[in-house]
T-cell receptor, first 113, second 111 residues
């Protein structure tokens, strides 16, 4: 099971771009990289998922280098409402089983005015 | 599509009691997993059900159990509640090719 390492916390200001990097040195061939956002007392919300190179959706971009041993979640022009904990997960999600998903401590992002 | 729903949203119990939490997955999702989240331990995997069968189980005592019905709805039960069982219990559903989608959670307080 791939273990992930993320910074415990990050601070930013409104309007800035925020990049959160996740290390996953033991990622397996079938593993995908998935990021979730969680607000206090709510369930994690799916942000983005990728396998390699770059993925972009309406809220974020995910950059994955060729060796796939790390990934970077990029949040463009953050606002106060982006203050949350962000989790990086690595696992064979497309295999259907959720049993191999291990949530780390996540990165607590604080956005200031 | 409606998201994952969990009931009740909040619950207060006393030590020694038992509790049953319910989860309705996204329509078409056949896999349902349960997680416990506490400030000290973070998000921990409890178990996963697929087609009414337990597919995976985390490292929790036997007091924690679950089941899944033919319509994919799932329940989890905690017997002989302890103070340490106070937590946010999260349910997530998925289908082949999709990441897990989480419900809003049930906040359980054991007094």
């Amino acid at each position: 099971l791939a273990k992930t390492t993320q910074p415990i916390s990050m601070d930013s200001y409104e309007g800035q771009e925020v990049n959160i990097t996740c290390s996953h040195n033991n990622i397996a061939t079938n593993d995908y990289i998935t990021w979730y956002q969680q607000f206090p007392s709510q369930g994690p919300r799916f942000i983005i998922q990728g396998y390699k190179t770059k993925v972009t959706n309406e809220v974020a971009s995910l950059f994955i280098p060729a060796d796939r041993k790390s990934s970077t979640l990029s949040l463009p022009r953050v606002s106060l409402s982006d203050t949350a904990v962000y989790y990086c997960l690595v696992g064979d999600i497309h295999g259907g089983s959720q049993g191999n998903l291990i949530f780390g401590k996540g990165t607590k992002l604080s956005v200031k005015p | 599509k409606a998201g994952v729903t969990q009931t009740p949203r909040y619950l207060i119990k006393t030590r020694g009691q038992q509790v049953t939490l319910s989860c309705s997955p996204i329509s078409g999702h056949r896999s349902v997993s349960w997680y416990q989240q506490t400030p000290g331990q973070g998000l921990q995997f409890l178990f996963e059900y697929f087609s009414e069968t337990q597919r995976n189980k985390g490292n929790f005592p036997g007091r924690f159990s679950g089941r899944q019905f033919s319509n994919s709805r799932s329940e989890m039960n905690v017997s002989t509640l302890e103070l340490g069982d106070s937590a946010l219990y999260l349910c997530a559903s998925s289908s082949s090719g999709t990441p897990p989608y989480f419900g809003p959670g049930t906040r359980l307080l054991v007094l």
